[in-house]
């Protein structure tokens, strides 16, 4: 039997809930975009009317005045946009409870068994985007396919311009509807890929699949078998509740407000950073082994950065035993240019009852103390207790401290 996967992504969705919320904003050039005294000042998400004009997600705030003078803008609610999702989520689970959430504004769907229930695939995919639609004012775009690789590709380059907002794709059609698109279409391609395909005169998705599997997978390892695989429409993976999925890791990034290429600066932040990632390992009762630290340079004409990651002799929780290998892995191979981003993750997860004893230092006290910290910011607020360093003119910490995703909630 072959399986119905559904990907179900919200239209402009951020800009769509501002329409929800007000409606005299309905067949105006809506932008959402945050502060444009900063680089947040970017275009989080753009109605159709705003499109039109050529408004594009990531755009400037600046760009889109030339382009656009009438154009609304909305500083976003973060917080707001949670609260439809998780909604949307509660709609998807009343029609099936294998949900999995992808992003804020997509979610996977496993219909598989329901047509008895809901009818065929496409009649499923119009029942559930009426639903979203009455429920919360805004449009859904859903892709289906046999698995999510198909569902993906189905809602990313046919659904969205579909005027139902549906498109199936499937084992039969896979190659003749996706083979002719430019190779920068196939879900997992991005610039650079793009650029080294280009360089093996691989144009299409078409290309890319008549190349021998073995090539792929000798030059680039697992992501060169999977992007093959990916041009096929093969996809292994399943669908699974979100609340039934294990942690594999927990981690914090985020974009900066300016360029940063002052050393002892990028190092405040890199402790915030990890303050956070030790702060929700210990929520979830974990400690981890492998630290990764990622950094992405300030020009986007000639992308620079890293992803770096290192296991640690024993698994931990601590702040300050991690922040030393985030800052011996940024010191090892940041180039010296100004940095744009900084992530930091720990993963190798496991119970933090797994602790190896050692006679030198007290490492119970240490979680015990982390977790003593973790309650009074839960109760008082991130900035009631905090690191002096975060006094210092490098620290994000007051600014981003009532924000969600860097935005205001």
Not at 15 to 36: M, T
Not at 236 to 251: A, P, Q, R, W
Request: charged share 25%; with cysteine.
């Amino acid at each position: 039997m072959h399986k119905i996967i559904l990907l179900a992504d919200m239209e402009s969705f951020y800009a769509s809930v501002e329409i929800a919320r007000n409606p005299s904003l309905q067949g105006k050039p809506v932008v959402v975009c945050g502060d444009p005294q900063q680089r947040r000042g970017i275009v989080l998400a753009a109605n159709r009317e705003a499109k039109a004009y050529g408004i594009e997600t990531a755009m400037g705030a600046w760009e889109c005045k030339s382009l656009c003078p009438h154009a609304v803008f909305i500083r976003p609610h973060m917080q707001e946009y949670i609260n439809v999702s998780l909604q949307m989520t509660e709609i998807f689970q009343r029609f099936t409870d294998r949900v999995a959430p992808y992003s804020i504004d997509e979610q996977f769907l496993d219909m598989t068994g329901c047509e008895n229930l809901f009818g065929t695939p496409q009649e499923m995919a119009l029942r559930i985007n009426k639903e979203i639609q009455k429920e919360t004012g805004v449009r859904c775009r859903i892709g289906i396919g046999e698995n999510p690789l198909q569902a993906k590709m189905a809602c990313d380059r046919f659904a969205k311009k579909n005027p139902q907002g549906v498109f199936q794709l499937n084992c039969e059609n896979y190659a003749f509807l996706t083979w002719p698109l430019p190779i920068r279409d196939l879900f997992g391609v991005g610039f650079r890929m793009e650029r080294n395909l280009h360089r093996m005169a691989v144009k299409t998705i078409g290309c890319l699949a008549a190349l021998p599997r073995e090539k792929m997978k000798s030059r680039w390892g697992i992501n060169g078998e999977v992007l093959w695989l990916n041009s096929h429409g093969i996809d292994y993976s399943n669908i699974h509740s979100c609340s039934t999925e294990k942690h594999k890791g927990v981690g914090h990034s985020m974009t900066l407000p300016r360029d940063y290429n002052h050393k002892g600066k990028i190092e405040v932040v890199l402790l915030e950073i990890t303050e956070e990632v030790c702060r929700r390992a210990r929520g979830l009762k974990k400690i981890g082994q492998v630290v990764n630290l990622y950094c992405r340079g300030a020009d986007f004409n000639n992308p620079t950065g890293f992803s770096r990651q290192k296991k640690l002799a024993e698994p931990t929780a601590v702040t300050m035993d991690i922040y030393p290998v985030v800052l011996k892995l940024f010191d090892i191979h940041w180039n010296r240019l100004p940095v744009r981003a900084l992530g930091v993750s720990l993963s190798g997860l496991i119970e933090d009852q797994y602790i190896q004893l050692s006679l030198l230092e007290d490492k119970e006290k240490k979680i015990q103390l982390g977790r003593a910290m973790d309650e009074v910011r839960e109760r008082f607020g991130i900035t009631s207790l905090f690191r002096a360093s975060s006094l210092t003119s490098g620290s994000q910490l007051f600014d981003r401290a009532h924000k969600i995703g860097g935005h205001e909630a």
